[in-house]
């Protein structure tokens, strides 16, 4: 079975043990999936632990009962870990477990609660005596470092979306649809061996290239056109992200001129990375670059983002703000992208993306693939 | 362009103004993505809606800033919607727009606030000595009974769908994995004409069948295996979901017998829509069949759930609770899957699901596609 090994998820639950003795509760309710993933090995949309020293209940109604069972009967399970199945509602069931806790002080995880979940709950916990208090990203806190195993995924999801990548040059051509080279990619994500796309296949080709979301249309591409490919893919619950730019058919001065500015860019990035130093300093290597070049007002988002279980996670490789984004001090075992991008509206866009850990000697590019503006 | 007409977006929007003022808010702030793309057109991950009689102002991040000037623009949108790009943070610039209007009661939506922004914003606004008020579900309420757009949407959906559901038998052969068979519907998915697949693709084989929301794995088909299929794609924005379970090789006694009761729970749920019932009297209608067979106890979900922007929305189709889930009265309009399944564990599940729309006369099947357990 993949997941991570019992001492791993000992060693994870152990670690976040200590962040819940800092901001004083005894026992904490996971409501977010990725950190029951995190913690458990459980894949399921939807699920609660709630965990502490006296607690170790994971809550699944019938849709996930049967794999939560078999999850927690492995030898790759937190010990003692009890499957609890709704009765009600979820909420319902939460309650029912801290009926017959003797606690004080229980944590929520405040990003992940609805107003309308935690108003019922605080209610009726406040009736217990029991004190239902807000955290901020405790368990997020842990997944920023990736241990071996998490780094073995990373590296293997990285990698077998480079072999797409090698590949994918092949299909940007004049008259093709960008709708229909996103399902080819989509197709090759399979094939490879991935379970799934991690996000929405972005094709997009001529102007559309100058939007960094767009949605793949029917638009065909047309000689001339720059071409943004923007994919993912997950291996074992992993999440690998890439972007390459290219070219139909000749390419022109300005083409390759903003192509050239943004390679720069995310090579000036790359060569910052290493423990010890801020995120935004990595931000700031890749939009000098192109401040230098006179095109910073065209390069709207950050420079990159964590990468792991979400595919957009901890750290944030953000400029400096003053609204109170975290700028995270990088340290080794951190995973992130580095892609760099300028859109000109109206004409085109490029975005260079790859995946980087934070070694002890700077960082090591997990994603394998050539970054030239390939000639097709 | 897709999406609807302004005079449609007029429509839901003054639906919703009643229904504002009804829970007493002169503005809502609407956080809810499909919420955002029923009222607007904007198809984005983040964006928020301020919406009231003295303001229609559309905030969105650099990310979707694009697209949300070019749907505004056009003719398919609401009149005087302001395009808002967003300063410092979301909320900031959510803070930033109350600054300029005279309102003492702003409507939030409950479900769709987490208790951190809740927090922050609550604070604000009561600095402002303008309340900050839960609501619940006030738009939702009227993406309950679609509209003429709506209703060509779903059914092109549910059709396009029909079509692989026609060619998906041909997947079903001894010797293929869960996998292959998954991504190979994906691959029908977008041939055909649908955007994406409205969720992750379902090949439950064998005893994984047993599972209902199982995940392909690398399991090869064997004889005698049911395998539970269950697609859905995604067109202009709605979706469509369907289900059907094969047999590889003969058919035994047991997977036809199980086959057969799923098939009538479904034919006798399906007889009873109609306008004016309440949803729990279509799941009951389902039930009673597996009950008389003996096969209750392994019916663990409910008859179906509604369909339109999201794959599960309003009305639940499911048992009469005493928690606080809404059963509805099913009105002309309203669409939603009936998809009775059993799941024997150790041994294999059937399930089938087909999407119909309520009409005056009972109700409409949208998905067109044999329900036999055919022979492959």
Known sequence: M??????QLEARLQALSKRMATVGVEVLVVTNSPNIFYLTNLRASAAVLIIGDSVRVLIADFRYLAIARMVVAGD?????????????SYDETILGVFGRLGVARVGFEAENLSVRRWQWLTGRLNEKF????????????????KDAYEIEQLQTA????????????ELVREGVSEREIAAEIDRMLYRIGLERPAFETIVASGENSALPHARPSDRRLSLGDLVVLDFGGVHNGYCGDLTRTF???????????????????????VSVVRPGIKASAVDEAAREVL????????????????????????PRIGKLTNNGAVDAEL????????????????????RIEDDVIVTEQGCEILTKAPCALTLC
């Open 247 to 269: 070219c139909v058919g000749e390419i022109s001065e300005r083409a390759f001129g903003l192509h050239r500015a943004v390679l720069e860019a995310h090579g000036a990035a």
């Open 76 to 88: 790759q399970s937190l010990t003692d870990l009890e499957v609890v199945p709704v009765a009600g």
């Open 158 to 169: 990285a990698l077998l979306l480079s072999r797409v990548a090698l590949d994918v040059n």
């Open 291 to 314: 401040r230098r070049h006179g095109l910073e007002d065209m390069f709207g988002h950050g420079t990159g983002h964590g990468l792991g279980i979400e595919v957009h996670e901890r």
């Open 2 to 7: 993949s997941g991570a090994s019992r001492p």
């Open 130 to 145: 029991i004190k239902f208090v807000p955290t901020d990203g405790i368990v997020e806190e842990g997944r920023e470092r």
């Open 331 to 350: 340290d080794t075992g951190m995973v992130f992208t580095i892609e760099p991008g300028v859109y000109v509206p109206g004409y085109g866009g490029v």
